[in-house]
């Protein structure tokens, strides 16, 4: 089977520049930078999203802060290392970048989509369903999608309502595709020392899920019995 992991894996954003922008890494010769993307929301709320671009796609000028621009691109994961343990850290890895024009808005409806990421992967560990305490269904899922040269990004996926409902019961390794976007979410973790961080979890909140191959994995299970 050919994977299109254009198709698996699909981003859109467009925003302004929050930060200045780093050194991420070096990869056969050329230089990856990282900074700050906000992208507002129809809430009238921003989330402001890390951004991992490679030097030749950009100059100083592009990336001086208040800059807007549309970024297309992958959502994906890497393990990092924070107080020697092991942690998931998540990026945009830019593959196109558009400026647009200072004077031009930022315009946020349900018709101009500023924020849209498109997955297909597998569920990689157990759903956890709960109730808010104003009875708002949620469910937690860890997606599993497929990059190239046998690597996976690991997705920390946000489901609501009906979706939470529907995905509560789903097995490891069913296959889905999830359209949503890219939230930053604020947090507070407590160190066993009592010191208290303020740390940003980024996840994506779905809007819609469709299981993907259904019947397939049916006659499998079947075959297994």
């Known amino acids: 089977?050919?994977?299109?992991?254009?198709?698996?894996?699909?981003?859109?954003?467009?925003?302004?520049?929050?930060?200045?922008?780093?050194?991420?890494?070096?990869?056969?010769?050329?230089?990856?930078?990282?900074?700050?993307?906000?992208?507002?929301?129809?809430?009238?709320?921003?989330?402001?999203?890390?951004?991992?671009?490679?030097?030749?796609?950009?100059?100083?000028?592009?990336?001086?802060?208040?800059?807007?621009?549309?970024?297309?691109?992958q959502f994906r994961s890497y393990n990092g290392y924070e107080n020697e343990k092991s942690r998931l850290?998540?990026?945009?890895?830019?593959?196109?970048?558009?400026?647009?024009?200072?004077?031009?808005e930022i315009e946020v409806s349900k018709e101009n989509i500023s924020n849209e990421v498109c997955l297909s992967g597998y569920i990689?560990?157990?759903?956890?369903?709960?109730?808010?305490?104003?009875?708002?269904?949620?469910?937690?899922?860890?997606?599993?999608?497929?990059?190239a040269y046998n690597k996976s990004d690991y997705i920390p996926c946000i489901a609501w309502g009906r979706n939470a409902r529907f995905c509560q019961n789903m097995e490891v390794g069913t296959e889905i595709k999830i359209v949503g976007r890219v939230q930053s979410r604020g947090y507070e973790k407590k160190l066993e020392?009592?010191?208290?961080l303020n740390k940003v979890a980024y996840e994506v909140s779905i809007i819609s899920m469709e299981v993907i191959n259904q019947n397939q994995n049916e006659e499998e299970k079947k075959a297994a019995i």
């Open 124 to 147: 990689c560990k157990k759903p956890i369903y709960r109730q808010t305490p104003f009875k708002r269904e949620i469910a937690d899922i860890l997606l599993a999608v497929n990059r």
């Open 1 to 73: 089977m050919i994977t299109n992991y254009s198709e698996n894996n699909h981003l859109i954003l467009v925003g302004k520049v929050a930060s200045e922008k780093k050194f991420s890494h070096e990869i056969y010769g050329e230089k990856f930078y990282s900074f700050n993307m906000e992208v507002p929301r129809l809430s009238e709320i921003s989330d402001v999203i890390p951004i991992t671009i490679s030097e030749r796609l950009i100059s100083d000028e592009d990336l001086k802060i208040g800059k807007k621009l549309v970024i297309e691109g």
């Open 193 to 196: 020392d009592g010191t208290v």
């Open 89 to 104: 850290v998540l990026t945009v890895f830019a593959k196109e970048i558009t400026i647009k024009p200072d004077d031009e």
